[in-house]
């Protein structure tokens, strides 16, 4: 059986799309093929692990990188989460066959670490009943 492919896209990989590839790895097991990438290749963010090992999802082993790794490569389902509205740039992947677009808030914009923690977090929470939804859905 093959299993559909899953792209997690946004401006850095760093942050939010880490955080739904292991939400979805975790909520789905293997029924999909999970992958997350950004317009640029940033750092694996430290706070977003704290984050997540907060609700009991390990992504300190996720490496981060960068979408043309991917491009020419066909996906089942492509799922941005750029804030459209706020973020000047959000990448465009063409071998999409299904297109999500989650406008996320972006955790970056805070100005202490607390602020970045707390708005981590509820992005954090916000991505997690996403990809509830997502997996009660599609998988």
Sequence with gaps: MIKPKVLFLCTGNSRRTQ??????????????????????ETPLDPDAV???????????????KAVNRFLGRRVSYLVTLCDREKERTCPVFPGAI????????????????????????????????????F???HA
């Design 19 to 40: 955080m739904a590839e292991g939400f979805l790895r975790t909520m789905a097991g293997d029924r999909f093929d999970v992958m997350s990438a950004g317009s640029e």
């Design 98 to 133: 299904w297109r999500l677009q989650w406008d996320l808030e972006d955790p970056s914009k805070a100005v202490t670490r607390e602020e970045r923690r707390e708005a981590l977090r509820r992005v954090r929470d916000d991505i997690r009943q996403r990809v509830a939804a």
């Design 135 to 137: 997996v009660e859905e």
């Design 50 to 64: 704290l984050v997540m090992r907060e609700v009991g999802v390990d992504i300190s082993t996720q490496e981060t």
